[in-house]
C-alpha cells in the first residue's frame, strides 16, 4: 500500500510565523503536490514538483513556497502566516492515481 | 464558470437506498473520471476511476460517464452507514501525467 504522511494532524501558528509543512512518501513516486481544501471551495492546487529540485505552480501559489530536496519528501512553506491560510492541507503522491495523505489542519491565529 | 460542478449537498438517504452523487463539467478534453472518497479528518481515498465514456461497477458502486453530456454519476446500491463521507469528483486530460482537476464534494449521510 501506498503511504504518504504527513507531520502534523494539527497545527496553530500565529500571523507572521513561518511554517513548514512536511509530506512524506514510501513509493518512489515522482509526482508529488500540495493541496489546501476549503468548504464550498473543494480542493485548489498550489504547487507540485515532477522531480527533485523541480517544481511549478499550481492554481493558488501566493504566499506559499515548497521544497524538494529528496524524492520522498516534499514541504509547502508559509512565508509569513496570515490568517486566510487557515484550512485543511493535503499532500498527495501521483502512481496510477493520486494517493493523499491525512492532511494537516492549519489554524492561524 | 467553473471547470467542475458538483452539488455540496448534504445528501442524507435511508439506509439501503439507492444513491445517485453527480457532476458536470465544462472542459471537453477531459477523459479520466475518478470518484475519491472522504471520512471526515481524513485525507481522499480513489474510490472509482473510468476512461471515456460507459459504465464501471465494483460491489455496490457504479461509476458511469456521458462524455456527450459532460456528465459523470456515481450510484451507490444498498447504502451503508458506513458509506457516510463526502465524495468528490475528480478528472483530466491524460492518465498519470496530468494534474486532477476536482469538483467540491457532495456530503452523503447515510442514517440507520
Known amino acids: 500500500d501506498v503511504k504518504v504522511t504527513q507531520s502534523s494532524r494539527y497545527l496553530v501558528k500565529r500571523t507572521g510565523e513561518k511554517v513548514f509543512l512536511e509530506c512524506v512518501q514510501d513509493?518512489?513516486?515522482?509526482?508529488m503536490f500540495w493541496y489546501r481544501q476549503d468548504p464550498g471551495l473543494g480542493l485548489r492546487l498550489i504547487y507540485f514538483s515532477y522531480d527533485v529540485k523541480m517544481k511549478e505552480k499550481g492554481d493558488i501559489p501566493e504566499g506559499y513556497s515548497v521544497s524538494r530536496e529528496k524524492k520522498e519528501r516534499f514541504s509547502l512553506i508559509l512565508e509569513s502566516a496570515s490568517t486566510n491560510q487557515t484550512s485543511m492541507y493535503l499532500c498527495?503522491?501521483?502512481?496510477?492515481?493520486?494517493?493523499f495523505g491525512p492532511g494537516t489542519r492549519l489554524t492561524v491565529l | 464558470q467553473k471547470e467542475v460542478e458538483q452539488d455540496p449537498g448534504p445528501l442524507s438517504v435511508p439506509e439501503g437506498a439507492i444513491v445517485s452523487l453527480n457532476c458536470t463539467y465544462s472542459?471537453?478534453?477531459?477523459?479520466?473520471f475518478m470518484w475519491y472518497r472522504q471520512y471526515s479528518r481524513k485525507g481522499p481515498e480513489l474510490l472509482m476511476y473510468?476512461?471515456?465514456?460507459g459504465n464501471k461497477e465494483d460491489g455496490r458502486f457504479t461509476a458511469q460517464v456521458d462524455k456527450s453530456s459532460k456528465y459523470i454519476s456515481l450510484f451507490i446500491r444498498d447504502s451503508q452507514p458506513s458509506d457516510s463521507a463526502t465524495y468528490l469528483c475528480?478528472?483530466?486530460?491524460?492518465?498519470?501525467?496530468?494534474?486532477?482537476?476536482f469538483g467540491t464534494g457532495t456530503r452523503l449521510q447515510v442514517f440507520p
Open positions: 472542459n471537453s478534453a477531459f477523459q479520466y
Open positions: 513509493m518512489d513516486h515522482e509526482n
Open positions: 475528480a478528472m483530466s486530460r491524460s492518465y498519470n501525467t496530468d494534474k486532477l482537476i
Open positions: 498527495a503522491t501521483l502512481g496510477n492515481t493520486q494517493y
Open positions: 473510468t476512461y471515456s465514456s
